[in-house]
DNA sequence: GTTTCCCTTAAAGTTAACTTTAAATTTTAA
DNA sequence: TTAAAATTTAAAGTTAACTTTAAGGGAAAC
């Protein structure tokens, strides 16, 4: 089965200029061409660009990904920098999953509070609740968010890969 | 307590510049300044910087959280608007956090998939190994990973707060 | 056949979030 | 009191990842 980059567009939901940006920056090194120059997609090909997604989401910059390509196309002798890639993804990864669950406490906070502001008419009226009416989960929340600091919510994604 | 923008920087480690920016962005309207127009941090400044980071972290832009201290300062009347811009973040940060955990599952099976062939001395030797030889969990990830689409990893973070 | 897509490239433009620079002022330490 | 260190501003520069534009070529629908 082949596919025009019109298809694998559509496919990916992927601009057919990301595309190309990609096939440009040698992220498609596999994807072969027709008569006319016209790029012949196959199916291993939608699978090479799930896992360029993928490494984009956990955080890759492009030439990361490209010095991944590069060194898969060297073949077995790369086999330890690339797993050491993947293992230091995972663990920026993981972290950035620790990262967006503060996040959400603080959000999950929020949202509480402005129901009760929304409820009570006003957030002075929320600040002066005693700390009865105020939920055992809400409180615990509150309490964590307080021994935040502001690196907690930051990314760690940015390694120098290699 | 009062602090200058290198104490700030120190603590919570952004760059002074980049406090300065926020500041011109307007991220910073309580700020005080002395009498040479040296600014003078408070406690409270360190937890707005909190809240900026997690808003940040969140995925929303400079520009939406400027939006969202020009409805604090508005005051009660906005705590609808506000309201909705907590929901709407915490549905964003849900879905990230989903889509970095698919993001990991694929991480997971490509550091058991060079382990593997590190062990056997090349690539071609784990693609052949029979599934007999590949752990449960291992054949559950495999599987999970072939179900996903490109999007599926996509971040969904980028949304029109308001 | 021709018109209309869809494809191609190269090159320029865009955007967000800083970062750097330069020049001036203020504060702090000796 | 003076020198060094930290602060101020405005403005220009940087970076990554696209996105858009322009100009052209080949195949399919009518």
Redesign the interface.
């Known amino acids: 089965m082949l596919y025009t980059i019109g298809d694998v567009s559509e ?4 601009p057919a200029p990301t595309l190309r940006y990609y096939d440009k920056e040698g992220l498609l090194p596999f994807v072969n061409r027709g008569n006319g120059g016209i790029r012949k997609f196959q199916d291993t090909d ?1 699978e090479w ?3 360029i ?2 490494l ?3 955080g890759l910059q492009i030439k990361d990904i490209k010095r991944y390509i590069d060194l898969f196309i060297q ?2 002798t790369t ?2 920098e ?2 050491k890639m ?2 230091d ?2 663990e920026c ?2 972290e ?2 620790k ?6 406490d ?3 906070y ?2 509480w509070f ?2 009760m ?2 409820e009570l ?4 009226a929320v600040k002066n609740l005693p700390d009865s009416e105020i939920p055992e989960k809400i409180r615990k929340l509150k309490a964590k968010i307080n021994r ?4 907690s ?3 760690k994604s940015i390694v120098k890969a290699g």
Chains 1, 2 share one sequence.
């Open positions: 496919k990916t939901g992927l939608l660009l799930r896992l997604e993928c984009k989401a956990s073949g077995d086999i330890q690339r797993r993947f293992y993804q995972k990864v993981e950035d999953i990262a967006l669950q503060n996040t959400l603080m959000l999950t929020k949202c402005y129901d502001a929304l008419g006003s957030v002075e935040m600091h502001v690196s919510c930051q990314k």
